[in-house]
């Protein structure tokens, strides 16, 4: 993986934060003309109704950075926050070293905006804040803007940053087990956090322990890697843990909103190719009939969004996407992986092509029937779990995992669909969904038995709607028909209960309701003679989701035929008519 991941670093290299600096949040800003400190906001997109939002606190920014931990107490150059900036806290000892770095910055560049800095600071800025202000400044990041630039993104004061960061690190030389090139190699704590990943500190979670050398933790304290390679694992992890067509993210919260499980997927090409957001928030919108042009919806270019010409300028012109490897990664949050440190579960790859190939075939499977539209993730995830249910977690891998991957979803998966749904009497959309993308194979590929299951699943529902118009149930209370009552049974025994449903419908729900009595005997034909009376006495998880399917596609196609007013061509009323 770590080669993949430098190989990436060498396309991107440009578009990342040079050595010593990170994606941090900014929440003060000193103008060094005035000397006045304004706080920093992000402005939100309209809410409802296009009403305005107030801005949230803060500003994403590259700014100085340094891995800040086991007593390491090191100031930042030019932007810090006010315990290092002012001393707030009583801490003087962290204000006069934040000074004297920037005495050694002034020294080695001469800069003007380093020494607007010194100047400001000299004069006892804050000796007329409030209390309140302290307390708000102790916290904050602050940054210094001079003549319209800010000061740490000024050449002079990043080129000696960077210098300084590596003059300061413990490397010895030798060569690096991962490229095999002679280089100073990382002989302490990595150089770089990881950011972006949930639940992590907004410093960012190390790729190796913050307690022990690079490499110690992992059992591989004599597996070397270069300096200059491990900076660069770290920005790219970063980097695709913040693109939207680089990762998903599944968390399980609970009731305080805190963090306590959770996987992050990290997916790129080696050409920055990655999959469209929107597969993972409304997957619908990437259906098209023609299979070629959803597969360039799917996946996700880094100019344009979409595998179209423009999108595609970054591959040479002989050569193909769909050949290009693609690669997954998934990457445990920071609460579950035995403190705070980045943790790898597991590392896919596989053709570009099979990888768009698994996702349409993602959505295709969810449309069981021409009304019924594709669910996205989180909503098949609540198909089978409550809130707080440990479930929740390893159903959520386990559907991203044949989304990008291919992965057959396990029986557990299934099981615990099934469950919720006989619990409550109900088999929903997103639970039929969930069953099919289970299931993964249509009609004409299912085995003997799948296939009775199928056509018994149609034919409850016919026998449920039956019975609901013969006693005139709606909403909540068709929840108590014969069929629904059964309904457990029915899915994994029906051989204990379906002949007398059936026989009950006929003597007292079927006669007089033309259209649905043809549908049942139309359904019957299509079972082998013997099926019925040779019903086997479990239904397996794939039985048990092939009566799941039977029953959704019977649903959808009876709801379909629902005219504008209302009316059904089931209704006895509107066949007579």
């Given amino acids: 993986m770590l080669l993949e991941i430098l190989d990436l670093y060498g396309r991107i290299a440009g578009r990342l934060p040079v050595e010593g600096y990170a994606l941090k949040t900014a929440s003060f800003v000193v103008d060094l003309r005035t000397g006045a400190i304004a706080p920093l906001t992000t402005p ?107 000061v740490h993104e000024r050449s002079a004061v990043r080129q000696f940053w960077e210098d300084y960061v590596l003059a300061a690190a413990e490397t010895r030389q030798g060569v690096s087990a991962v490229s095999g090139r002679d280089m100073k190699l990382l002989s302490d704590v990595w150089p770089a956090t990881v950011k972006g990943l949930p639940g992590s500190r907004p410093q960012g979670v190390p790729v190796s322990s913050i307690n022990f050398p690079a490499g110690e933790s992992y059992g591989t304290s004599d597996t070397d890697i270069g300096y200059s390679e491990a900076a660069a694992i770290a920005k790219t992890l970063t980097f695709l843990t913040g693109e939207s067509r680089h990762n998903y993210k599944f968390v399980v919260k609970n009731r305080k909103g805190q963090i306590e499980t959770g996987t992050v997927y990290l ?65 445990r ?64 891998q386990a559907l991203a995992e044949l989304a990008v991957v291919g992965t057959p979803l396990p029986d557990s998966v299934a099981i615990a669909c099934l469950n919720r749904a006989v619990t409550e009497f109900a088999l929903t959309k997103q639970r039929i969904q969930l069953l099919s993308l289970f299931l993964g194979k ?85 079972l082998r003679e013997d099926a019925i009376a040779n019903l086997p006495d479990i239904l397996h998880p794939h039985e048990q989701a092939s009566f799941a399917l039977g029953w959704g596609k019977s649903e959808a196609e009876y709801w379909a035929s629902t005219d504008t007013n209302g009316k059904n061509g089931n209704d006895p009323a509107t066949v007579a008519a």
């Fill in 267 to 331: 997916f790129w090409s080696q050409y920055n190719l990655g999959i469209n957001p929107a597969f993972w928030d409304d997957p619908e919108q990437l259906w098209d009939d023609d299979p070629a042009e959803m597969a360039k919806s799917v996946m996700a270019a880094p100019q344009t969004g979409r595998l179209d010409d423009e999108g595609l300028t970054e591959l040479q012109a002989d050569d193909d996407w769909r050949d290009q490897p693609f690669y997954l990664a998934a990457v």
């Fill in 44 to 150: 939100l997109p309209p809410g409802k109704n296009g009403k305005p939002r107030k801005p949230k606190k803060g500003q994403h920014l590259y700014l100085p950075d340094l891995r800040r931990n086991n007593g390491r107490q090191k100031p930042l150059l030019a932007a810090d926050n006010g315990t290092y900036v002012f001393g707030l806290g009583g801490k003087s000892d962290l204000h006069a070293a934040f000074i004297a770095l920037l005495r050694d910055c002034w020294d080695s560049t001469g800069d003007a905006g380093i020494a607007a800095i010194l100047d400001y600071l000299a004069d006892e800025p804050l000796s007329g804040a409030t209390e309140k202000e302290l307390k708000e400044y102790q916290r904050g990041t602050f940054i210094f803007n001079f003549e319209g630039e800010n």
């Fill in 442 to 526: 249509e009609i004409d590929q299912m085995t003997d038995n799948e296939r009775t299951a199928y056509y018994l699943g149609r034919i409850s529902f016919l026998l449920h709607r039956a019975e609901c118009w013969h006693r005139d149930l709606k909403g909540d209370k068709t929840a108590g028909t014969n069929v629904m009552r059964q309904l457990r049974a029915l899915v994994t025994s029906p051989k204990d209960v379906f002949a007398k449903l059936h026989t009950h419908a006929i003597a007292f729900y079927l006669p007089g309701k033309v259209v649905l009595s043809r549908q049942v005997q139309a359904n019957f034909a299509e």
């Fill in 333 to 396: 949050a920071p609460s579950l992986a035995g403190g705070a440190r980045f943790k790898l579960d597991s590392f896919e790859r596989r053709p570009t092509a099979e990888t768009a190939q698994s996702l349409i075939d993602f959505i295709r499977s969810q449309r069981y029937a021409p009304s019924v539209t594709a669910s996205p993730i989180w909503l098949l995830e609540k198909a089978c779990w409550h809130n707080g249910e440990p479930a929740h977690n390893q159903i959520g």
